[in-house]
């Protein structure tokens, strides 16, 4: 099969032709560089990408069905699907990329205005996303796939960046007056003026749009950071209890049980693959070190007890025998955290 770079060289030129039609997508998605090539900072092993490819070939692949209990598989999935779809609509902007521009560019602001997907929308916004590309995309085993991820509650940025292009055209009018960010169907307004020209967002079919004037203490949520007015990037508390809770149980730190028939490697690689992932996300707020202290004590202590369950040995012998602490460290240094 030809290499992902190839196939989406190919995409792109074909997008430029205003009339083109694509047919045939679904079949790219039997290609393992496309997963290798959508999911290079991700650990999926060999076995896992073929085991995605023969579901994808009987077209009985399901994403799970809440934000909770998405697999790594269905991340990648997600992400190959983005790949696809970045080379039909171009890119959108990476979230960690307007993290970063709230980070480091952002005067202190004083209105804000999100805009982001509701999550109730469900099927009928799926529905409606994917029908306003069928003139575009003429494969309905492609189009399916597409619906079955959002309504599984996975993201396809390049798809909300498609959806609601019309808010880019409210900033070039502003600009100037407002600070504005987007990433993929979320975008954030920010106004540093007391007095400010109202911004009139469009109505778009399945988001919510909120304005907010940031009084003391008071943030904004977007892209799963709190910004406040100075502005400054946290993380919010169930965000982190939400991710804690991947590695407990009752409040107390517990094993995968459900990994224990997997290679020790496999099992080491995938704890680390959830916290790299993490951490990198969040790498921009201040104090990330402080702030994800528990986090480490949960999943550490979490894979030390499954490493044990698997070996039949004591915690901490797994905790020492796989230098649990020394590969916290050498994480953390691979993602330049300085905080």
Partial sequence: ???????????????????????????????????????????????????????????????????????????????????????????????????????????????????????????????????????????????????????????????????????????????????????????LFGISTDSHARISVPDIVGFEVNEYRLSEGQSVRFLDCDVDGSPRLGIPSEILRDEIRQFSRHGRPAPRSEWVHLSESEITTRYFARLREFIDYYRFVPGLKRRVRKLRFYALTSLSMTLAQKLRMTRRQAYERFSLRERWRDELAKLEMIN
């Fill in 1 to 187: 099969m030809q290499r992902a770079e190839q196939v989406l060289d190919s995409l792109e030129q074909q997008a430029m032709r205003p009339h083109f039609k694509f047919d045939r997508l679904y079949r790219n998605l039997f290609n393992a560089d496309f997963y290798r090539y959508a999911g290079h900072a991700m650990a999926v092993e060999s076995p896992a990408v073929h085991a995605i490819i023969d579901a994808m070939r009987c077209e009985r692949y399901r994403p799970s069905s809440t934000a909770n209990e998405h697999s790594l598989e269905d991340r990648l999935v997600a992400r190959t699907v983005s790949v696809i779809l970045r080379a039909l609509l171009g890119p959108a902007r990476p979230a960690r990329s307007a993290l970063e521009s709230i980070a480091a560019q952002w005067p202190c602001i004083k209105y804000a205005i999100v805009g982001q997907p509701q999550d109730h929308a469900g099927s009928l916004y799926g529905a409606l996303v994917v029908e306003s590309l069928r003139q575009r995309i003429v494969d309905g085993r492609f189009r399916r796939l597409m619906q079955a991820l959002l309504q599984s509650g996975l993201e396809l940025p390049p798809l909300y960046n498609y959806w609601v292009a019309d808010v880019d055209g409210i900033y070039q009018r502003h600009a100037g007056s407002v600070v504005y960010v987007r990433s993929g169907g979320r975008f």
